[in-house]
């Protein structure tokens, strides 16, 4: 399997030859009853690029929907576009935690995903963005992106100073027990939490006692739908959102182990493999 679904790419055939592209990786079948309802990131038989059967984008040339191409302007870097996907998947969370201009936010994990959100909620007008991160360097990207405050986790990924901390809405996106405790903690009664990390071992535990007593919502996020790549070409095209910061390293094709290498120690932030047709 060929990996890679984050994808910024360049048209290389028929009229449109020549055309920058962000790339949506998720391809579903439009017919099924998720699909027309507007969930397509539900669909049971969607292609994802790099997943399952389907080659992902990690090679010199691959084909893909027309339809799930859309066009960058010239003034945006090649290797920004790639994170208008994990853009779009962190509006796509926002919009699972019914954000409104206004509210306080909680981030507890600021990899991509969590730096990309803490962005995105500062652009549309949160009052407050407090954060977690266990890595120094990446709660200095945390700070950069827009967050009023970032804490250290202590060895079970908790923070007491996070969890005292009271906010609207709560995003965890480290797949972490330890960020979904913080998470829970610092929500308000009422209020909603939305695990967008992935954990590794397949498993998220957390008190049910401080859920149930605070009555509350827990949503559960996956991917992004199908209009989010433009809502996140739209809030970077308007400068809200600022891409560049986020990217720490960029290695070609041939490189890729090194890349693959630096991402697993964590020493970066967003790490770029560029294939060169």
Known sequence: ???GHEIGGVITSGPNA???VALDPSDPCERCEYCVTGHGNLCSRLRFSGHGETDGALRELMAWPKRLLLPVPDEMPDPEVPLLEPLGVAIHAIELGHFRPGMRAGVYGCGPIGLLMIAALRAMLASEVVATEPLAHRRAAALEAGADSVWMVNEDGISTEASAHSVDVAFETAGHD???ATAMSAVRPGGRVVLA???SSDGTTFVASIARRKALSLVLSRR????HLARAMALVSGRKVRLAPIVSDRFPLEEGKLAFERLERREGLKVIVEPAA
């Not at 992004?224 to 209009?227: A, N, Q």
Request: aromatic share 0%.
């Open 224 to 227: 992004m739908k199908g209009h």
């Open 197 to 199: 990390g992935i954990p």
């Open 1 to 3: 399997l060929v990996l």
């Open 178 to 180: 330890g960020a979904v």
């Open 18 to 20: 020549g055309q920058r």
